[in-house]
C-alpha cells in the first residue's frame, strides 16, 4: 500500500491555464506538506496543514491555494500556471507537526510543465 | 540563520567500498532533527536515517550510518559496502521551525553519487 500518494505524476499545461495536484497519505499522520523542488533540484516547503489547519505559508504567490478537506489530504491548486512553476511538487506528511523528531514521507512528486 | 551546506556536488565510489557524504548545519536551537534523503533517478524521496540533537549515538540503519559531531556542526552520512542501487542524489535536511505553529524540514543542494562495478 502506498503511503504517500499524489496525482497526477505528470502534467502538462499551458501558460495561463488552472490546475490542480492532488496528494493523500494513508499513515493516519496529522500533518501535510507541500515541497518544491526546482530544475536545480533544490527543495523549499511551501506550505504545511496540521489536522486541516494551515500551519506554514512561505512566501508563495497567491495563485497558488492549498486545500485540506481533511487530514489525510491535501490539494495544490495553481491558478494562471506561468513558465517559472515547471518544477516537481512533492507532498509529505509527518504524524505531527511540531516536533524536531518528526520524520516527514514524501510522495512520489508531481512533475508539473508549463509551456 | 539555519542551513544546510553539501559541498560535494558529486561523489563517485566503486561497488564494495564505504563513501561518506559531508553535511553541516547552523542552527541556534538546542533542539533539532537531521535527516538524509535519497532520490534515485525516478525522483521518489525515500527516507534513509534520522539522527536527534540529544542523541548521545549515532544512527544506524542498515548500510547507512550517521557521523554526528555536534561540536562541528556535521552529521556526515556514511554508506558501507556500496551498491550500484545506491547510485542516486542525497538530501541532508534540519528540522526547523517555519513559525510558531510548526516545523519544516530545510535541505542543503544535495550530492550525486555515483557507484561503478
Known amino acids: 500500500d502506498t503511503a504517500v500518494s499524489q496525482t497526477p505524476k505528470y502534467l502538462v499545461t499551458q501558460m495561463g491555464n488552472d490546475k490542480s495536484i492532488k496528494c493523500e497519505q494513508n499513515l493516519g499522520h496529522d500533518t501535510m506538506y507541500w515541497y518544491k523542488q526546482d530544475s536545480k533540484k533544490f527543495l523549499k516547503i511551501m506550505f504545511s496543514y496540521n489536522n486541516k489547519e494551515l500551519i506554514i505559508n512561505e512566501t508563495v504567490p497567491n495563485r497558488f491555494s492549498p486545500k485540506s478537506p481533511d487530514k489525510a489530504h491535501l490539494n495544490l491548486h495553481i491558478n494562471s500556471l506561468e513558465l517559472g512553476d515547471s518544477a516537481v511538487y512533492f507532498c509529505?506528511?509527518?504524524?505531527?507537526?511540531?516536533?524536531?523528531?518528526?520524520?516527514?514521507?514524501f510522495g512520489p512528486g508531481t512533475r508539473l510543465t508549463v509551456l | 540563520a539555519q542551513k544546510i551546506t553539501q559541498t560535494q556536488p558529486g561523489m563517485f565510489v566503486q561497488e564494495k567500498e564505504a563513501v561518506t557524504l559531508d553535511c553541516t548545519y547552523d542552527?541556534?536551537?538546542?533542539?533539532?532533527?537531521l535527516f538524509w534523503y535519497k532520490q534515485p533517478s525516478s525522483g521518489e524521496m525515500i527516507f534513509l536515517i534520522y539522527?536527534?540533537?540529544?542523541?548521545?549515538q549515532n544512527a544506524t540503519e542498515g548500510r547507512y550510518s550517521l557521523n554526528f559531531q555536534k561540536a562541528r556542526k556535521s552529521a556526515n552520512l556514511v554508506i558501507s559496502a556500496s551498491q550500484l542501487g545506491d547510485s542516486a542524489m542525497y538530501f541532508c535536511a534540519m528540522r526547523v521551525w517555519a513559525n510558531q505553529a510548526g516545523t519544516a524540514l530545510i535541505f542543503g543542494k544535495g550530492t550525486t553519487l555515483s557507484v561503478s562495478s
Open positions: 539522527q536527534g540533537s540529544y542523541d548521545e
Open positions: 542552527t541556534s536551537d538546542q533542539s533539532y532533527g
Open positions: 509529505a506528511s509527518s504524524r505531527e507537526g511540531r516536533a524536531s523528531t518528526d520524520t516527514q514521507y
